[in-house]
């Protein structure tokens, strides 16, 4: 069993840069690939990024590569998402899941999610 919270979320200008991070709870946070999406209002959640357990593979979705990086400290149970060059599109919802497999960019994939934290970027 996997709890997460995510925090780091708030309003920023486009251009601007946020760090958002996932807490996780649970002894065998190491074992799971995690990701993060995001979900905009009346839209379906979409995959943003994702890392293995050992942090050295990651996978991201074309609107975001180059401005975004994520990123884990197993020792901490932590999963960030470092955002650069912010655009208003990046608004959303962005949650944090702990995956099944490898690797996962639909939502069915994974297993655990946080309750989620609100990205809004102002034009």
């Known amino acids: 069993q996997v709890q997460l919270v995510e925090s780091g979320g708030g309003l920023v200008q486009a251009g601007g840069s946020l760090r958002l991070s996932c807490a996780a709870s649970g002894r065998t946070f190491s074992n799971y690939p995690m990701g993060w999406f995001r979900q905009a209002p009346g839209k379906e959640r979409e995959f943003v990024a994702a890392?293995?357990?050992?942090?050295?593979?990651?996978y991201y979705a074309d609107s975001v590569k180059g401005r975004f990086t994520i990123s884990r400290d197993n020792a901490k149970k932590t999963v960030y998402l470092q955002m650069n060059s912010l655009k208003p599109e990046d608004t959303a919802v962005y949650y944090c899941?702990?995956?099944?497999?490898?690797?996962?960019?639909?939502?069915?994939?994974?297993?655990?999610w946080g309750q989620g934290t609100q990205v809004t970027v102002s034009s």
């Open positions: 899941g702990a995956s099944q497999t490898w690797l996962g960019v639909t939502p069915e994939r994974y297993l655990y």
């Open positions: 890392i293995r357990w050992s942090g050295g593979n990651t």
